[in-house]
């Protein structure tokens, strides 16, 4: 056969889906899909009408993103800022079962039967703990909590038995949530109230026996402090210094004045130039009163002689005077001694107090450097203590005003009408059930099913071309209702015009034209097992080469059925059996078609012959009748049964192989066909018989029936 254009080789046509094909088989199955469809709606309805209705009702929190803060202190649990997952997380805490318990003991819902199927009428004297989880586990399995898109909010839903139920237990998972949190907050600042009491006693006891320590290591050492700064050595050093340095000043100061009066007095002077005569008022008025005198004296001394006794008294008045000065500074002068001495005693008393004070100073600091490290560690108590204390008023201060970081946005209302069983989806249900059960089925059919449906498979399956497709004269249109007006072998006569007839007009023209080793005179029709109409199909040829003008001779050489001479001539007294054994010859045996004036050559009905092919004469007659007539076939026996077939197929110019549209087994097909080739038969192609052109027409498969309602207007059944 002509071939189109050549494939794409980079196309796997295997991976390829035929969309046509697989509308056709759906179209072929659609009372299968039907059915599947109604069963699965029916079964669906059931399951609907059985279905116990469900009750579904939202509740809604929301996480706080900023926490309202009364006093500015820590809290305990700190509040922070929710991120997607702490909002995930808490949709877990949601379905925890731990908070699923607390509703469940809120509710006595493990006294419901309809969360614990063994829920009693009377109420258990101990708790039923069985009854309780079987209880967690009913709510978990109708409990929906997820996040609303990317917000802060959560939805808490229930699917339960009755409406109010299910709203109850939405929102007691929603209260107790939020009671929740309030509740570990406040528990949780409880147990940091007592922790810090407790510790606030052990830091006291802590901190009063570092001071002691303190205390008892001074009182020991002498290790008081008068000021920050300083201890009472260190100031007593600091004074003494002081003094000492004050000291050595008036000392030297006075060492200076009496080794002045020292040397006046060495230098035969009276002493009265000293400063401390000069300064002082006895001395003073003592010279104020001998200038007195003196002026007194001068003056007698002028008026009278020097043995006057006033002039004696006078000069005897300044000459006590002078000695009461002198006596006077005498007595300064041994002022200024003592002085001197007493200064030089107390700086050396001073100095040795320093010294002594140096000393325990040095003693001092040597204990002082164990007395630092009471004084830190009791520094350090003191400080921890203070810390632990300003946490306790911390804690105290903010008890009563914890607050949950969620808060609830609705609350869920008692739903009007149950969320399921919802019609639609069950409807939806059925709908993809009975496709899906439907579509397998036709799915397992297909591949169940072992025959051969279009030329494109026979061309796949056993590399034959497709000579012809011969339908099913019952099937056709205008037959459908009161059958075919004529049997099958007659039909083309009797309707030429038809349908039926132009599939043996196309039989016979791919004959004519078939691509052979030699031009096609003798063709042998055949079949893979029996029932595929190759009687029918060698008189409808030979009827239709003849009814062209053709000379057609149709040899009937199935010895075992002999079909073509019991519908082509009845009571024939001399057949093919009697000219291959020689006692009748080639015309007398010979039998004309009145109706199409085709020739044929029958076996007798009461024949007893086996074998045809036993018979030397079989391929000398083929030879004779080659050249008296234009086309000589041979109506074969079927080639898997009988192996006569095979022989016969050999000696003809070509064979036709006869399948069975969606009967005949591929493998049964393609083992008859090895066996022909076996025997060089020469295959001109194959034939699909009894087609039902209503069945191809519905599959939608590329053969003459799919068109049939296109070009009906051309035939005329």
Same mark, same amino acid.
């Given at each position: 056969?002509?071939?189109?254009?050549?494939?794409?080789?980079?196309?796997?046509?295997?991976?390829?889906?035929?969309?046509?094909?697989?509308?056709?088989?759906?179209?072929?199955?659609?009372?299968?899909?039907?059915?599947?469809?109604?069963?699965?709606?029916?079964?669906?309805?059931?399951?609907?009408?059985?279905?116990?209705?469900?009750?579904?009702?939202?509740?809604?929190?929301?996480?706080?993103?900023?926490?309202?803060?009364?006093?500015?202190?820590?809290?305990?649990?700190?509040?922070?800022?929710?991120?997607?997952?702490?909002?995930?997380?808490?949709?877990?805490?949601?379905?925890?079962?731990?908070?699923?318990?607390?509703?469940?003991?809120?509710?006595?819902?493990?006294?419901?039967?309809?969360?614990?199927?063994?829920?009693?009428?009377?109420?258990?004297?101990?708790?039923?703990?069985?009854?309780?989880?079987?209880?967690?586990?009913?709510?978990?399995?109708?409990?929906?909590?997820?996040?609303?898109?990317?917000?802060?909010?959560?939805?808490?839903?229930?699917?339960?038995?009755?409406?109010?139920?299910?709203?109850?237990?939405?929102?007691?998972?929603?209260?107790?949530?939020?009671?929740?949190?309030?509740?570990?907050?406040?528990?949780?600042?409880?147990?940091?109230?007592?922790?810090?009491?407790?510790?606030?006693?052990?830091?006291?006891?802590?901190?009063?026996?570092?001071?002691?320590?303190?205390?008892?290591?001074?009182?020991?050492? &002498?290790?008081? !402090?008068? #000021?920050? +700064?300083?201890? *009472?050595? $260190?100031?007593?050093?600091?004074?003494? @210094?002081?003094?000492? /340095?004050?000291?050595?000043?008036?000392?030297?100061?006075?060492?200076?004045?009496?080794?002045?009066?020292?040397?006046?007095?060495?230098?035969?002077?009276?002493?009265?130039?000293?400063?401390?005569?000069?300064?002082?008022?006895?001395?003073?008025?003592?010279?104020?009163?001998?200038?007195?005198?003196?002026?007194?004296?001068?003056?007698?001394?002028?008026?009278?002689?020097?043995?006057?006794?006033?002039?004696?008294?006078?000069?005897?008045?300044?000459?006590?005077?002078?000695?009461?000065?002198?006596?006077?500074?005498?007595?300064?002068?041994?002022?200024?001694?003592?002085?001197?001495?007493?200064? &030089?005693?107390? !700086?050396? #008393?001073? +100095?040795?107090? *320093?010294? $002594?004070?140096?000393?325990?100073?040095? @003693?001092?600091?040597? /204990?002082?450097?164990?007395?630092?490290?009471?004084?830190?560690?009791?520094?350090?108590?003191?400080?921890?203590?203070?810390?632990?204390?300003?946490?306790?008023?911390?804690?105290?201060?903010?008890?009563?005003?914890?607050?949950?970081?969620?808060?609830?946005?609705?609350?869920?209302?008692?739903?009007?009408?149950?969320?399921?069983?919802?019609?639609?989806?069950?409807?939806?249900?059925?709908?993809?059930?009975?496709?899906?059960?439907?579509?397998?089925?036709?799915?397992?059919?297909?591949?169940?099913?072992?025959?051969?449906?279009?030329?494109?498979?026979?061309?796949?399956?056993?590399?034959?071309?497709?000579?012809?497709?011969?339908?099913? +004269?019952?099937?056709?249109?205008?037959?459908?209702?009161?059958?075919?007006?004529?049997?099958? /072998?007659?039909?083309?006569?009797?309707?030429?015009?038809?349908?039926?007839?132009?599939?043996?007009?196309?039989?016979?023209?791919?004959?004519?034209?078939?691509?052979?080793?030699?031009?096609?005179?003798?063709?042998?029709?055949?079949?893979?097992?029996?029932?595929?109409?190759?009687?029918?199909?060698?008189?409808?040829?030979?009827?239709?080469?003849?009814?062209?003008?053709?000379?057609?001779?149709?040899?009937?050489?199935?010895?075992?059925?002999?079909?073509?001479?019991?519908?082509?001539?009845?009571?024939?007294?001399?057949?093919?059996?009697?000219?291959?054994?020689?006692?009748?010859?080639?015309?007398?045996?010979?039998?004309?078609?009145?109706?199409?004036?085709?020739?044929?050559?029958?076996?007798?009905?009461?024949?007893?012959?086996?074998?045809?092919?036993?018979?030397?004469?079989?391929?000398?007659?083929?030879?004779?009748?080659?050249?008296?007539?234009?086309?000589?076939?041979?109506?074969?026996?079927?080639?898997?049964?009988?192996?006569?077939?095979?022989?016969?197929?050999?000696?003809?110019?070509?064979?036709?192989?006869?399948?069975?549209?969606?009967?005949?087994?591929?493998?049964?097909?393609?083992?008859?066909?090895?066996?022909?080739?076996?025997?060089?038969?020469?295959?001109?192609?194959?034939?699909?018989?009894?087609?039902?052109?209503?069945?191809?027409?519905?599959?939608?498969?590329?053969?003459?029936?799919?068109?049939?309602?296109?070009?009906?207007?051309?035939?005329?059944?």
């Amino acid at each position: 056969m002509p071939r189109g254009r050549q494939a794409d080789p980079q196309v796997d046509r295997g991976a390829l889906i035929d969309l046509r094909r697989v509308g056709g088989v759906l179209r072929r199955r659609w009372m299968i899909l039907c059915a599947a469809m109604a069963a699965a709606i029916v079964i669906a309805a059931a399951a609907y009408l059985a279905a116990e209705p469900r009750y579904f009702a939202t509740a809604q929190v929301a996480l706080e993103r900023t926490a309202e803060q009364v006093i500015k202190v820590d809290s305990v649990i700190p509040t922070t800022d929710p991120d997607s997952a702490a909002v995930d997380t808490e949709v877990q805490v949601l379905r925890s079962p731990e908070l699923i318990g607390r509703v469940v003991d809120r509710l006595k819902l493990d006294r419901d039967p309809a969360f614990n199927e063994a829920a009693g009428q009377g109420t258990p004297k101990q708790p039923d703990l069985i009854g309780r989880q079987r209880a967690i586990g009913t709510i978990l399995s109708g409990l929906t909590v997820k996040r609303d898109g990317l917000s802060y909010a959560i939805s808490v839903s229930f699917e339960g038995a009755t409406p109010v139920q299910s709203a109850q237990v939405a929102n007691a998972l929603v209260d107790n949530y939020v009671a929740g949190q309030t509740g570990a907050k406040t528990e949780a600042t409880h147990r940091a109230r007592g922790f810090l009491e407790q510790r606030l006693q052990d830091l006291r006891a802590q901190v009063v026996g570092a001071e002691r320590e303190v205390a008892d290591y001074r009182a020991a050492h &002498s290790l008081f !402090a008068v #000021s920050e +700064a300083s201890t *009472v050595t $260190q100031q007593e050093l600091s004074g003494l @210094s002081t003094q000492l /340095a004050q000291a050595k000043a008036e000392n030297a100061a006075a060492q200076a004045r009496l080794s002045a009066a020292r040397a006046q007095l060495r230098g035969g002077r009276t002493g009265e130039e000293l400063g401390d005569s000069l300064d002082s008022p006895v001395v003073s008025q003592l010279r104020a009163q001998r200038a007195e005198v003196a002026r007194e004296v001068g003056a007698l001394e002028k008026r009278y002689g020097p043995r006057h006794p006033d002039l004696v008294r006078a000069q005897s008045q300044l000459r006590v005077a002078d000695q009461q000065i002198a006596a006077e500074v005498q007595r300064i002068v041994s002022n200024v001694s003592i002085q001197a001495s007493i200064a &030089s005693q107390r !700086a050396g #008393s001073l +100095a040795g107090s *320093v010294a $002594q004070s140096q000393g325990k100073l040095a @003693s001092d600091n040597e /204990a002082s450097v164990r007395l630092n490290e009471l004084e830190r560690n009791a520094e350090s108590a003191r400080t921890l203590y203070q810390a632990f204390l300003d946490r306790y008023r911390q804690t105290v201060a903010q008890s009563g005003l914890e607050r949950s970081d969620a808060y609830i946005v609705s609350r869920a209302r008692v739903p009007g009408a149950p969320s399921s069983p919802n019609m639609l989806i069950y409807a939806a249900m059925a709908v993809v059930g009975g496709l899906g059960i439907g579509v397998l089925l036709v799915v397992l059919l297909q591949l169940l099913e072992r025959g051969i449906e279009t030329s494109d498979a026979v061309e796949e399956i056993l590399g034959l071309s497709t000579l012809a497709s011969i339908p099913d +004269a019952n099937t056709l249109p205008g037959y459908r209702k009161l059958g075919p007006p004529a049997p099958p /072998a007659e039909l083309l006569l009797k309707r030429p015009q038809s349908t039926y007839a132009e599939a043996f007009r196309i039989l016979r023209t791919s004959i004519q034209f078939a691509e052979a080793a030699q031009p096609v005179r003798v063709v042998a029709i055949t079949s893979a097992v029996p029932g595929e109409g190759k009687t029918t199909t060698a008189m409808g040829l030979a009827r239709a080469v003849a009814a062209a003008g053709g000379k057609v001779l149709l040899i009937d050489a199935d010895a075992r059925r002999r079909a073509s001479s019991r519908q082509f001539a009845d009571g024939v007294t001399l057949g093919l059996d009697e000219v291959l054994a020689g006692q009748a010859t080639l015309d007398q045996a010979i039998v004309k078609d009145s109706m199409s004036g085709a020739f044929l050559l029958p076996q007798r009905i009461d024949s007893k012959g086996v074998g045809l092919t036993e018979s030397p004469r079989l391929a000398e007659l083929i030879e004779q009748v080659r050249e008296r007539y234009d086309l000589v076939i041979l109506d074969t026996p079927p080639v898997l049964p009988v192996d006569e077939a095979r022989v016969i197929a050999s000696m003809a110019d070509g064979v036709v192989l006869l399948v069975r549209w969606r009967k005949t087994p591929s493998k049964a097909v393609s083992v008859a066909l090895r066996r022909l080739y076996d025997v060089h038969a020469e295959m001109l192609g194959a034939v699909l018989t009894l087609v039902d052109v209503r069945e191809q027409e519905r599959a939608g498969y590329e053969d003459g029936g799919t068109f049939l309602k296109a070009y009906r207007p051309y035939y005329a059944d």
